[in-house]
């Protein structure tokens, strides 16, 4: 298996450009996608945010298992980790982020105000891997086309302040990953995501290991999308990939196959997906209702 790593130059300015700039503002938002909870949390922003309050915004939840994003969601609230899993697009966003941000800093507000200083909006410091979506959600919160969108890692190479309202103000920053990845299914899981380049890794790699897990969590989609039997349940992965590339008309070609695989994946044409499983414990005693 080859080994994935990316960490270009860009990168290394931008977590340099957090590290100066958060003494500005007075809470981290940090972006992770709903399909890796864990993997795409990214350690340099705990180390530069410090002691800074915090909230996570789990990203692209359509995507995403919903028992399991429920389920993380109770896993943070047993933590006293402020979170949230939002659809980036709908209307009710900007004022959900909004009033979250504004109760997370009711006590530091409150105290300024009671020393006569003047309203004023929050400074929030968004953060997140690449393509998590928060192009997206930034150009929704402040209701214009402010920060750059695509579906590939490192379109947002600079840091800029946006004004979503006057109780939100936003400072953008680009995707970052971390110079080392911890172990390398981190790795194949914000490959199959789509926060690494494509060049970067080994698309058999990654199908491999997609294919491993959608046996192991959600076998009848995978039967149903590429025509496998009972049968084939036995094969190994690698033989299962060849019997995938010779049902989809692709001959031998796996590595067009393993394309296809990833991509639908990302699509959904596999249905939501969360590769990183939420603690068990966490996630049964509390009421995911009750965020």
């Known amino acids: 298996m080859s080994t994935i790593q990316w960490f270009p130059g860009h990168m290394a300015k931008a977590i340099r450009q957090m590290e100066e700039n958060v003494h500005l503002v007075d809470i981290v938002f940090e972006l992770v996608d709903a399909r890796i909870p864990a993997a795409s949390r990214n350690p340099e922003v705990s180390r530069i945010s410090r002691d800074k309050p915090h909230l996570i915004i789990l990203t692209k939840k359509d995507l995403a298992d919903p028992q399991q994003t429920a389920a993380w969601l109770n896993a943070y609230r047993a933590q006293n980790i402020p979170a949230i899993a939002i659809d980036s697009r709908a209307n009710v966003t900007p004022k959900q982020i909004t009033n979250l941000a504004l109760k997370i800093l009711g ?58 309202s006057k109780h939100l103000e936003l400072l953008d920053t680009p995707g970052i990953l971390w110079p080392k990845f911890k172990d390398q299914e981190t790795a194949q899981k914000l490959a199959l995501t789509g926060a690494i380049k494509e060049k970067l890794y080994a698309k058999d790699d990654v199908a ?58 990302r699509r959904q044409k596999l249905g939501g997906f969360t590769l990183d499983r939420a603690p068990q414990k966490e996630a049964t005693d509390h009421d995911p209702e009750k965020a």
Do not use: C
């Open 107 to 164: 006590d530091k507000l409150a105290a300024e105000k009671a020393k006569g200083l003047k309203e004023r909006p929050v400074r929030a410091m968004t953060v997140g891997v690449p393509n998590v979506g928060k192009s997206t959600l930034l150009n929704h919160l402040v209701q214009r086309r402010a920060a750059q969108v695509g579906n590939t890692p490192g379109v947002t190479k600079g840091q800029q302040w946006l004004r979503s």
């Open 208 to 265: 491999l290991f997609a294919l491993h897990f959608f046996r192991q969590y959600h076998l009848p989609e995978l039967e149903q999308r590429y025509r496998l039997t009972a049968a084939d349940r036995e094969l190994s992965d690698v033989d299962l990939l060849l019997k995938i590339t010779a049902n989809l008309g692709m001959r031998d070609d796996y590595e067009r196959a393993s394309e296809r695989v990833i991509l639908d994946a």
